[in-house]
């Protein structure tokens, strides 16, 4: 395994921690995210359960299978790289276009670092992919 592979890797398990953790305990999810569900609409752990939990773990854990199988592992990885950079993104235009409402906060620049970091590492094996093209 290269030193691309196993950072992918770590970076996938990372993922997939993230959403075992809020499979397991959407309470904890909520506060990771700081976000709260209704108490007067009990179906809102089911969203963190779903959303935080079974679509982080379950698209991670696809990527660790491709990963270890050679089975679509760079559409694996365009697909997260795509994600976390898509979730730097709206929490950018979210500074932008929300700042005055408070947004502009630690948690949420250390996250864009974060998401993009995650993003950039998911775009190694696609970058490596590409240069190995012929032509």
């Known amino acids: ?25 959407p309470g904890w999810a ?3 995210v700081r976000m709260q569900a209704d108490p007067a609409q009990p179906d809102g752990y089911a969203e963190f359960r779903a959303t935080f939990g079974g679509v982080f773990l379950a698209l991670h854990a ?4 491709a990963l270890f199988t050679g089975f679509g592992f760079i559409g694996a990885s365009a697909m997260l790289c795509a994600g976390w950079a898509g979730a730097a993104g709206g929490r950018v235009l979210s500074l932008l276009l929300d700042g005055s409402k408070g947004v502009r906060t630690r948690h949420n ?7 993009l970091v995650m993003a950039i590492v998911f775009a190694l094996p696609v970058y490596n992919f ?4 012929p032509g």
């Open 1 to 25: 395994m290269d030193i691309v592979t196993i950072i992918v890797a770590i970076a996938g398990l990372f993922g997939a921690a993230l959403g075992a953790g809020a499979l397991v305990s």
């Open 109 to 115: 620049y250390v996250s864009i670092i974060v998401e």
């Open 130 to 133: 590409i240069q190995t093209m």
């Open 30 to 32: 909520a506060k990771f």
């Open 62 to 65: 696809a990527l660790l299978v």
